[in-house]
């Protein structure tokens, strides 16, 4: 499986962006999708995942803030931020997880929040 992200970017404390996140090759094999996040200094933390038949998982950090959804027939996994703080600035990855357990990442998207 393979991933590509997009729609990081720089944005001031409040604004919104979305991420985006493409999956090509063996997606019949995808039981989840999710985002994790890696600030500076720190240890990479779930942010949200969503499974094929939509149950969600959501950090408490970003709860009512972020939503995650994900469009099947495109293999795609999406993430809306609102409401983003300076302390949401960092790494953003996609991840999928199949039904052989096996985890493939995507090459990060970085969020930069302004205060």
């Known amino acids: 499986v393979q991933l590509q992200a997009s729609g990081g970017g720089l944005v001031q404390a409040g604004g919104s962006l979305t991420l985006s996140c493409a999956a090509s090759?063996?997606?019949?094999?995808?039981?989840?999708m999710g985002w994790y996040r890696q600030a500076p200094g720190k240890q990479r933390e779930l942010v949200a995942t969503?499974?094929?038949?939509?149950?969600?998982n959501v950090a408490d950090s970003v709860k009512g803030r972020f939503t995650i959804s994900r469009d099947n027939a495109k293999n795609t996994v999406y993430l809306q931020m609102n409401s983003l703080k300076p302390e949401d600035t960092a790494v953003y990855y996609c991840?999928?997880?199949?039904?052989?357990?096996?985890?493939?990442w995507g090459q990060g998207t970085l969020v930069t929040v302004s205060s």
């Open positions: 090759g063996s997606t019949s094999s995808i039981f989840v």
């Open positions: 969503i499974t094929n038949g939509g149950s969600t």
């Open positions: 991840n999928v997880g199949t039904w052989s357990v096996r985890h493939y």
